[in-house]
């Protein structure tokens, strides 16, 4: 129905679209009148009063049918004598009734559920119809308006620019509502779990064990749960485990990424660079999940076997082949960002530096890297922030156990890793276990905000010294 | 009459298939400050470059003919650039000191080529070159202050400090005022008076009066060729060449 209804709609708009644009222009023709804005513009501007008002309506609408037909139906379902005794019992009943309406419903239909969905099916009759009516109302109402306004040649132009900047405002809006709605819901599931965990437990606990808390209601704990609970959830062999891993992953990246960000900025041809650029970047376009199985069936056993053949142990599962191949999957970032710093080193320091003599390497080592270092650093630290949020390649090479550990050959894991494993399967949102996820997710957006926020600083203070 | 110090032959650059000079002959003479004037895109700056073979570090230049420093070919693909840069020093346009300190703006190129093994020899390099700059005055008490902290005329004569700290025996100046207020300018003319009784001494400038002030040769440049060249006094007093008539006296350019 709705689909229709939106169809409609933008038939509807597009018509009036060459209608006001034939109106005004014969208007003006006619009763030789010089308009206020170009017809198009009088188009445009019936083309918005006759879908804004409507669709917003039908979002609204839309969005509150089925609340308010809910409410009803549970109400006479309770006046029929229905007995529910919290909201999911009710919730079920109604789910009962729709069912039945939609023919779905095989158990048994007593004399109050058949009444509730006769009076379901009439209240669902009723308000399409009136949504239908009132859509139609309203079109007609704001293309009479706007049509009269036409008529007296306003000043389209102005209204059509107010509105368009309406329109992107609150695009704007939804994406940063969107932002703080993520950031308070991460929020007000780590309080819950910190009202559990004493925080001070949990970020310097160095022992992490979630799976202790399964399926246990939080709000019911005991005091013995409690203290067996207490040490479970130790932030530190997680942080310690994501840092391990993105320096072994850094220690690949900035050398090879930097690197070949100065062969491809300061020596490669220009027939070169376009060549390799793109074959780079495409090291960037390959999914994180494909590097993941790559390091956990190729790298990670490589490993075991050298190990092996060397008299080592090696986890197959390794910080190392973890850290390794993201450090690979990191290089592109490095190397396109450190390319564009360097470029933008201004070819007059260059100059200067060759004219008393500087060959091109001591140019480079002592003018321009020097000179692109804020950004160079900003660079580094975009790529930490992306090395310590990945997850698909340390879910699948890292292993799960939480070891503190610095022996790069032993199983380690990640703050992303434990989410992973935290919210797979079934759970109870109730849980510690559950929560603590949230606590994670929030630890690891505080730590890549701060990282980014340094990066963005530094990178900004290199623009301005040069712009 | 003093000797030549850098004599040009036939002198052809092209960048790419564009052809930038045209069998240019110009001699410099020693300790002797020459002007090059010309409308823009003339090949003045080409010229020069060819000097210090700055020109190496475009890609599509090519530069063919000869041009030799003391009698030897600076135009030599075996010639050692860094040895001849540091002969012949360069100030360019908008002035570009490096984002350091200006002592090390300074003792960066004596390093690179090992000259002041001591810090103390270092600091004397520095401090010389900043006088002969006049510029020590004015810095003496903040030299670890980044060079970009100078007003631009302080920056364009760090920038001369730097290019005579090598010591070298030739100093090219691609239009070093055009940047600068008229005070700044007249300060970089003094200094430059004063600087040719050590340098040779090659400028490129859009100011004829600059030109005059500064310069006991000139050479005129149009569309790649070199077309009239002689003492200053000569060329804007009495020209042989129409078209430098024309162009002194402002009716192209």
């Given at each position: 129905m709705n689909i229709v209804l939106i169809f409609l709609i933008t038939i509807f708009s597009i018509s009036l679209f060459f209608y006001g644009k034939s109106k005004t222009k014969t208007i003006s ?6 308009l206020n804005a170009l017809p198009k513009f009088y188009g445009y501007y019936l083309v918005l009063w006759c879908s804004i008002p409507a669709l917003v309506f039908l979002l609204v609408w839309s969005l ?64 399409t119809n009136s949504k239908v009516v009132l859509i139609f109302g309203i079109i007609i109402a704001s293309v009479i308006y706007s049509l009269k306004k036409i008529k007296n040649n306003n000043k389209a132009r102005d209204d059509v620019e107010v509105i368009l900047k309406g329109l992107l405002f609150v695009s ?296 | ?253």
């Amino acid at each position: 129905m709705n689909i229709v209804l939106i169809f409609l709609i933008t038939i509807f708009s597009i018509s009036l679209f060459f209608y006001g644009k034939s109106k005004t222009k014969t208007i003006s023709i006619k009763d030789n009148i010089k308009l206020n804005a170009l017809p198009k513009f009088y188009g445009y501007y019936l083309v918005l009063w006759c879908s804004i008002p409507a669709l917003v309506f039908l979002l609204v609408w839309s969005l509150f049918e089925p609340v308010i037909i809910k409410s009803i139906i549970i109400e006479t379902a309770a006046n029929q004598g229905a007995i529910f005794s919290d909201k999911n019992e009710a919730n079920l009943i109604y789910e009962k009734i729709k069912a039945i309406h939609l023919g779905t419903y095989f158990g048994d239909i007593d004399s109050i559920l058949r009444e509730s969905a006769l009076a379901y099916a009439k209240f669902i009759n009723l308000f399409t119809n009136s949504k239908v009516v009132l859509i139609f109302g309203i079109i007609i109402a704001s293309v009479i308006y706007s049509l009269k306004k036409i008529k007296n040649n306003n000043k389209a132009r102005d209204d059509v620019e107010v509105i368009l900047k309406g329109l992107l405002f609150v695009s704007s809006l939804i994406a940063i509502l969107t932002t703080l709605g993520i950031i308070f819901s991460l929020l007000f599931e780590s309080i819950k779990f910190f009202s559990v965990i004493n925080i001070f437990d949990y970020l310097f606990g160095t022992n992490w064990s979630p799976q202790r808390a399964f399926v246990r209601d939080a709000s019911s704990i005991t005091d013995a749960e409690f203290e067996e609970l207490k040490d479970a959830f130790g932030f530190i062999p997680l942080i310690a485990g994501t840092s391990f891993i993105a320096f072994i992953a850094m220690l690949v990246a900035v050398p090879i990424g930097l690197f070949s960000g100065i062969y491809m900025a300061e020596y490669a041809s220009i027939k070169v660079r376009r060549i390799s650029k793109p074959i780079i970047e495409i090291l960037a376009g390959i999914p994180t999940v494909v590097y993941g199985f790559f390091a956990a069936l190729t790298v990670g056993p490589f490993f075991r076997q050298v190990g092996e053949n060397l008299g080592l142990t090696v986890s197959s599962e390794s910080a190392l082949a973890a850290g390794l191949i993201m450090g690979i999957m990191i290089i592109p970032y490095v190397s396109s960002l450190s390319d564009d710093v360097i470029n933008s080193v201004p070819q007059s320091l260059r100059d200067g530096s060759y004219a008393v003599g500087a060959t091109k390497s001591e140019t480079i080592k002592q003018v321009v890297i020097p000179a692109a270092l804020p950004g160079i650093i900003g660079s580094v630290l975009l790529a930490v922030s992306r090395a310590i949020g990945e997850t698909m390649i340390v879910v699948m090479a890292a292993g799960l156990a939480a070891n503190l550990t610095i022996n790069p050959l032993e199983s380690t894991t990640t703050i992303t890793t434990q989410i992973v494993m935290i919210l797979v399967g079934d759970q109870e949102f109730d849980s510690p276990k559950t929560q603590s996820a949230f606590a994670l997710g929030l630890t690891l957006f505080i730590a890549t905000l701060i990282l980014n926020y340094i990066a963005q600083r530094a990178v900004k203070k290199y623009r301005e010294k040069y712009d | 009459m003093s000797s030549i110090k850098i004599k040009s032959k036939n002198l052809n650059v092209y960048y790419g298939n564009k052809q930038a000079l045209y069998d240019v002959n110009l001699d410099l003479n020693e300790k002797e400050v020459t002007a090059l004037i010309g409308p823009s895109g003339c090949g003045k700056s080409t010229f020069i470059r060819c000097i210090n073979r700055m020109n190496d570090v475009i890609d599509i230049c090519k530069v063919t003919g000869n041009i030799e420093m003391d009698g030897v070919e600076i135009n030599d693909k075996n010639l050692d650039v860094v040895s001849l840069r540091e002969r012949v020093g360069m100030v360019f346009q908008k002035p570009n000191p490096f984002p350091k300190s200006i002592y090390d703006n300074i003792s960066y190129g004596p390093k690179i080529h090992g000259k002041g093994e001591t810090k103390s020899e270092l600091d004397q390099i520095v401090e010389n070159s900043l006088k002969k700059s006049a510029l020590w005055e004015e810095v003496k008490d903040r030299l670890d202050e980044p060079g970009t902290s100078l007003s631009g005329g302080q920056q364009q004569r760090l920038c001369i400090a730097r290019a005579i700290s090598v010591n070298p025996e030739v100093i090219l100046m691609d239009e070093p005022c055009s940047a600068l207020d008229p005070i700044a300018t007249a300060k970089i003319e003094e200094l430059i008076d004063e600087l040719k009784k050590t340098y040779t001494i090659v400028i490129v400038t859009h100011s004829m009066a600059q030109a005059v002030r500064v310069s006991q040769k000139t050479g005129f440049f149009h569309l790649g060729k070199l077309i009239e060249v002689g003492k200053t006094e000569k060329i804007f007093k009495n020209p042989d060449n129409k078209m430098t008539q024309d162009y002194i006296t402002g009716r192209f350019g």
